[in-house]
């Protein structure tokens, strides 16, 4: 589906106007618009602790505790297409939504990421997790337009292909950790404590950037602002 999409595009040929630069030289740009851009930088951290608290233990928790209920792989997967059905109705919704606040609008959204590592450890019943699966993919759904909508349109266009190189690496910087520790967390904890323990430190990890005035300072693009009676 993705190769149609992308096959109906008609790219622009390309115009360089200076030689390409060295690769550190790159890395170095993309990383000076990043630090530059508080609300930028402080999102990039906040992606990468949530990733590294709630979602990546959720990967190794939610098979773990669905198997102790007699669920196998089907569950399992039953979750994930529940996850990107959520995903795609959420993506549908951005498409007509302009937030004010977007980047209040990513750190809410995001904060779902917490809600199903909560419901696994109030029991992690199936039922309970489809909801948590639900509700997270819309807001992911949502979280992804919203956010690369602003990156396009806050950082210089020569730019946002340096700063989506930083934004991936930061994001995901500790996700192999949260794998990693998830059992040995299991194995001295126990399924329930572990649980509690990714959805609370989740939430904070979560949470902390409404503090950040930058955050809710930042507004859209002129062109993407909402109209005054929307």
């Known amino acids: 589906m993705s190769a149609a999409f992308l ?10 106007r200076r030689a390409p630069a060295p690769f550190v030289a790159e890395l170095r ?15 990039l951290l906040r992606t990468c602790l949530v990733l590294f608290a709630a979602i990546a233990p959720f990967q190794i928790l939610g098979p773990l505790i669905l198997r102790e209920h ?5 569950a399992w997967g039953f979750l994930m297409a529940i996850f990107s059905a959520g995903m795609i109705a ?32 109030m029991g ?17 759904g949502i979280l992804v337009a ?4 602003t990156v396009q349109s806050q950082v210089p266009k020569d730019a946002v292909a340096r700063v989506t190189a930083w934004d991936w690496m930061a ?10 520790i998830s059992g040995p967390l299991v194995a001295a904890l126990g399924f329930t404590t572990a649980a509690w323990l990714s959805g609370t430190v989740g939430l904070a990890c979560s949470l902390w950037v409404l503090g950040v005035k930058d955050v809710w300072r930042l507004r859209p693009a002129p062109s993407l602002a909402p109209s005054k009676g929307g």
Do not use: D, K
């Open 7 to 16: 096959a109906r595009i008609v790219a622009p040929p390309l115009e360089r």
């Open 70 to 74: 007699g669920r196998g792989a089907a």
């Open 171 to 180: 994001s995901l910087a500790l996700w192999p950790v949260g794998l990693a």
């Open 124 to 140: 992690g019943y199936l039922p309970a997790l489809v909801v948590t699966e639900s509700i997270h993919g819309f807001a992911v």
């Open 29 to 43: 740009q993309g990383w000076y618009e990043v630090r530059s851009r508080r609300w930028l930088w402080v999102m």
């Open 146 to 149: 919203v956010w690369n909508t």
């Open 90 to 121: 959420g993506g549908a919704f951005a498409m007509r939504y302009r937030p004010r606040r977007p980047m209040v609008v990513v750190a809410l959204t995001g904060t779902s990421g917490c809600l199903s590592p909560l419901a696994l450890a």
